[in-house]
């Protein structure tokens, strides 16, 4: 059985910084590529961040580039979001998927996801 765990959302303040984590376990971790997205309050999905099983190619959507670093430990089943320089736009429950890209928004299941609140 597949699961996602996310953790390490909160509350911070505009410019501040929070690293999230997904634990994955139940299906081969390091053959998968691996998405963050997130869904802010009364608002769609959104894909945020993918990276490759193998190469850790990375990808982002505009919003975020230069702010966000997604990263993977294939050896721990493990994913991260590092986000930096916060934006209240940031504000979403975060989720992490198998899949890449756009791709991502259709895989199932997800964890309970993390809630990332950027207020000050």
């Known amino acids: 059985e597949v699961q996602l765990v996310e953790s390490g959302g909160g509350l911070v303040q505009p410019g501040g910084s929070l690293n999230l984590s997904c634990a994955a376990s139940?299906?081969?971790?390091?053959?998968?590529?691996m998405s963050w997205v997130r869904q802010a309050p009364g608002k769609g999905l959104e894909w945020v961040s993918s990276i490759k099983s193998r190469d850790r190619a990375t990808t982002y959507i505009d919003s975020v580039k230069g702010r966000f670093t997604i990263s993977r430990d294939n050896t721990k089943n493990m994913l991260y979001l590092q986000m930096n320089s916060l934006k209240p736009d940031d504000t979403a429950v975060y989720y992490c998927a198998q899949g890449w890209g756009l791709g991502a928004l259709g895989r199932r299941p997800w964890g309970q996801g993390t809630q990332v609140t950027v207020s000050s």
């Open positions: 139940g299906f081969a971790f390091s053959s998968y590529d």
